[in-house]
């Protein structure tokens, strides 16, 4: 049990206290389905990468990092290249306030949080075989909120094994006197693509050979 002298004096010397992070990365605090305080850590390209949770442990904090995403997608690997030295830094500066800890680490799984998301089949027009996927991110405007999409579906993505485009929200634009639809596309399967402004027509002419040439 921590006196109420040590609440006071840790009270005190972490009141200031801001996490050592990039410019490019932001920290927002949310509160998990268990009822855990977790501190998401989010980069501006390529959206939430990592969170952060500090657990009662024995009477003393335990912090534990996890990186966001499915451990086969490519970009997991730069996920962890951006969030572990953050964790090193952050946990340096709360060891040389608080002090070592000496109990042993417990585990913890996040629990898993129940997301609908609007995803388009496209098939084949003699067979109907998935020939292809389109996720729709309709809120979506920028690199890092695509990105986000494509964490929570990448599993799915890669086991149905389809070339596969997040849309993200639908602007209108004036093309040769037309009002058309342009969508933020990010071209995630079988091969990652820069994301790029595509027009509903080009999406057409992208997904009508699929559907035509599957049986031919």
Same mark, same amino acid.
């Given at each position: ?35 855990? &305080? ?8 390529? +959206?939430?990468? +990592? ?35 953050? &964790? ?33 089949? %496209? ?13 729709? &991110? ?35 634009? %004036? ?42």
């Amino acid at each position: 049990m921590i006196s109420e002298e040590r609440k006071r004096e840790l009270n005190e010397k972490t009141k200031n206290l801001k996490f050592p992070i990039p410019p490019e990365v932001s920290c927002r605090k949310e509160t998990l389905s268990d009822g855990q &305080a977790v501190y998401v850590f989010r980069h501006e390209d390529m +959206g939430d990468f +990592g969170r952060m949770l500090i657990l009662p442990n024995a009477g003393e904090s335990q912090f534990v990092f996890e990186v966001i995403g499915d451990e086969d997608n490519l970009m997991l690997e730069k996920k962890k290249a951006i969030l572990d030295p953050i &964790a090193k830094d952050i946990v340096s500066q709360m060891e040389s306030i608080l002090g070592k800890g000496k109990s042993t680490a417990k585990s913890y799984e996040t629990p898993s949080e129940n997301q609908t998301i609007e995803a388009e089949h %496209i098939t084949c027009s003699k067979c109907e075989a998935l020939v292809a996927l389109i996720v729709y &991110a309709p809120d979506a405007t920028t690199e890092a909120a695509l990105e986000d999409y494509t964490s929570i579906m990448f599993s799915k993505i890669r086991e149905l094994n389809v070339p596969t485009s997040v849309l993200g929200k639908e602007q209108d634009v %004036i093309v040769d006197n037309q009002c058309l639809a342009q969508f933020p596309s990010l071209k995630i399967w079988p091969e990652r693509e820069p994301v790029w402004f595509i027009l509903g027509t080009e999406m057409d002419n992208i997904l009508e050979p699929l559907v035509e040439n599957h049986c031919k």
